[in-house]
């Protein structure tokens, strides 16, 4: 059984930083691609940053210069690394994964087959 679980989440002021971890397990489960959207109330989820199996990335405008996404083929984990945090990245934060056999990198949310439970960032002003 797949299982994608998030960590790292948590209160932070503007301008501060936060690490989210997300380990993925199951047999024989490696995702070429992964990724991190987030939902905040009353919004759809959208894309933050995704990654491929040899470390290519895409980013929302929005984040860029800000954010790192990042994995540990090793670990099967991915990681976002998250700066000059703003009141507007407040939100539940998901990791995703496509099915395997799948390499290309999309930013689309129906696009992604497993999901995390979510964790939540809330940046205070």
């Known amino acids: 059984q797949v299982q994608l679980v998030e960590s790292g989440g948590g209160l932070v002021q503007a301008g501060g930083s936060l690490r989210l971890s997300c380990a993925a397990s199951g047999r024989a489960f490696s995702p070429n691609i992964m990724a991190w959207f987030r939902q905040a109330p009353g919004n759809e989820r959208e894309f933050v940053a995704a990654?491929?199996?040899?470390?290519?990335?895409n980013y929302r405008d929005s984040v860029k210069g800000r954010f790192t996404i990042s994995r540990d083929n090793t670990k099967n984990t991915v990681y976002l690394q998250m700066n000059s945090l703003k009141p507007e990245d407040t939100a539940v934060y998901y990791c995703a994964a496509r099915n395997p056999v799948l390499t290309a990198l999309t930013t689309t949310s129906r696009s992604y087959d497993y999901w995390g439970q979510g964790t939540q960032v809330t940046v205070s002003s």
């Open positions: 990654i491929t199996w040899n470390s290519i990335t």
